[in-house]
C-alpha cells in the first residue's frame, strides 16, 4: 500500500481524497452495466478493458486505481489482469513479481489458471499477471483458447469485475482484439495530450464493443473551488 501511495495511487482504506471520490463516480457507472439484468444486461459485462491511445497516457494507473476502488465493495471479488504485454507494468507498480501469467495459460494447455493467479493483501484483489513475452501476443489473444479463458473468468464467478489493462490501441492490434472479447471499455483520454483525431480513429478500431465509456485523465482544470476534498475538512486527505 505504502509503495502505491508513492506513486498517488489510490489504495484501499477507504479514505476521502481527490481521487478516491472521483474513482467512485468512474467505478459506479460501470458496476451498473457490469451487472444490469434482463433487457439491460450486457454480455462479459463484468469484463472492462482499459486502454487508450498511446502510450503513458495512465491505463495502468487507472486500471490499478480502478481495482482497488472496486475492491472496496463488500460483494464483489476483483481480477486485474494485465494484458499488455510488451509492457506488463501491473506487478511493477505494485512491488510484486510473478513468473506464469496470462500468456502462459493461453499458450499451454495444461496449465490451470488458478494456478497463475496472485492473490493480494486485499482479500478480495487478485491478480493475473501477464506472463511471458511473446512475438505471437495478438495471435494468442484472439485464440479460441483465449475466449475459453475470458468466459471462464465471466461465469465462473458471477460477482466478480475483470479490469484488463491493456496496450494503447494505435500501438499494435492486441487492443482491437481484446475488444471483442471484451463488454466494456473504460477508455483513458489525457488532458491537453491525446489528439483528436488520433483518439477517433482509435475509437473506431474498438468499436466492435458497444459499451466505451471515456475518462479524462490528468486535469489540470480547476475550476477554483475543489471539488470533493474540501467537503470532507482538514485532515481527510
Ligand atoms: N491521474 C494521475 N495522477 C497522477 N499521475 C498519473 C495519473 N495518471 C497517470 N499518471 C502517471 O503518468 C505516468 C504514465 O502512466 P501509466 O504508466 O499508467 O500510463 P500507461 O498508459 O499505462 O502507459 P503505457 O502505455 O506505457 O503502459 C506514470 O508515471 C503514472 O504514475
Ligand atoms: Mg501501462
Redesign the pocket.
Known amino acids: 500500500m505504502e509503495h502505491l501511495k508513492k506513486?498517488?495511487?489510490l489504495v484501499v482504506d477507504g479514505d476521502h481524497s481527490q481521487?478516491s471520490e472521483e474513482f467512485r463516480i468512474v467505478k459506479r457507472s460501470l458496476l451498473l452495466n457490469a451487472f444490469a439484468k434482463g433487457e439491460a444486461a450486457i454480455p462479459n459485462g463484468n469484463i472492462i478493458m482499459v486502454t487508450?491511445t498511446?502510450?503513458?497516457?495512465?491505463?495502468?494507473?487507472?486500471a490499478i486505481s480502478l481495482a482497488m476502488s472496486m475492491a472496496m465493495e463488500r460483494d464483489l471479488t476483483v481480477l486485474l489482469v494485465d494484458a499488455?504485454v510488451a509492457?506488463a507494468?501491473v506487478l511493477k507498480r505494485m512491488g510484486l513479481k510473478a513468473e506464469k501469467g496470462l500468456i502462459d495459460v493461453i499458450e499451454d494447455e495444461t496449465l490451470d489458471l488458478a494456478d497463475c493467479l496472485l492473490r493480494t493483501n486485499v482479500p478480495n484483489l487478485s491478480l493475473l499477471p501477464a506472463g511471458k513475452k511473446h512475438k505471437l501476443t495478438t495471435e494468442l489473444l484472439a485464440s479460441e483458447r483465449m475466449g475459453e479463458l475470458i468466459d471462464e473468468i465471466a461465469k465462473r464467478y458471477p460477482d466478480r469485475v475483470v479490469i484488463v489493462?491493456s496496450?494503447?490501441v494505435l500501438?499494435n492490434s492486441s487492443a482491437s482484439v481484446l475488444a471483442l472479447r471484451v463488454g466494456q471499455v473504460l477508455y483513458?483520454v489525457e488532458a491537453d495530450r491525446t489528439r483528436e483525431e488520433e483518439l477517433k480513429e482509435a475509437l473506431s478500431m474498438i468499436s466492435s464493443c458497444e459499451h466505451i465509456n471515456l475518462l479524462l485523465?490528468?486535469s489540470r482544470f480547476s475550476s477554483g473551488k475543489k471539488k470533493f476534498s474540501s467537503y470532507y475538512g482538514y485532515g481527510y486527505n
Open positions: 506513486q498517488n495511487i481521487i487508450s498511446q502510450p503513458e497516457e495512465g491505463k495502468t494507473f487507472c499488455d509492457k507494468d489493462d496496450p494503447p500501438a483513458i485523465n490528468k
